[in-house]
């Protein structure tokens, strides 16, 4: 496990209007502002967009599922933005419904909005982390540090990991039990 701390910068809220291109949007907009760190939360209506809903086999490193859809779908969801190769990265994952359909997955390549598409941006300052290629998952993970240790980590160099908190053992409860059970069932039935 990794971990940073840091606080709240600014905080914006974002409009986008129908026909405008949401990740692009968004990009260009964290880039205008100088934004390296932070969280989005978004909610609107999206009137067709390409989306990654898990991967084709539960191996690693994983092969995307790609699902595309069209035709004006509600969505809420939520990004974390991150410094990164060339820039602000930026990592979304959303549901999007309609009419008794709903998909969830990463948001990736396009979404247009349809109607609009509310964001609130929360600035993170004075947070060691960053997000980099990760040879063994071939995907981009998060990097976090611990500031209040002195750590001072660049791009590209390894960031010191926090030491190990003590845990105490738990016994599960019955109800996370039951949960675990039930947690198999819908894995068997989405099997089939």
């Known amino acids: 496990m990794q971990y940073a701390q840091g606080q709240v910068g ?28 932070g969280s989005i939360t978004f909610l609107g209506a999206l009137m067709n967009g390409r989306m990654v809903t898990g991967p084709e086999e539960p191996i690693i490193p994983p092969v995307p599922h790609f699902v595309l859809f069209e035709g004006g779908w509600e969505v809420f969801g939520v990004g974390t933005i991150y410094p990164g190769e ?32 509310e964001a609130i941006i929360i600035e993170f300052t004075g947070l060691m982390a960053r997000r980099e290629f990760d040879d063994r ?51 068997d039935l989405t099997r089939r």
């Open 10 to 37: 600014r905080v914006f809220v974002v409009r986008i209007d129908d026909g405008e291109e949401f990740l692009e949007s968004m990009r260009r907009f964290i880039a205008d502002k100088g934004i390296q760190s």
């Open 137 to 187: 998952t071939q995907t981009s993970l998060p990097v976090l540090g611990t500031p209040e240790k002195g750590a001072e980590a660049k791009p590209g160099e390894p960031v010191p990991e926090a030491p190990p908190e003590e845990e105490k053992p738990q016994q599960p409860k019955p109800d996370e039990e039951l949960l675990e059970g039930l947690a198999d069932i819908i894995r």
């Open 86 to 117: 060339g820039g602000p990265h930026i990592h979304y994952h959303a549901s999007v419904g309609r009419a008794g359909h709903a998909l969830t997955g990463c948001l990736r390549e396009k979404a247009a909005t349809y109607l609009i598409v």
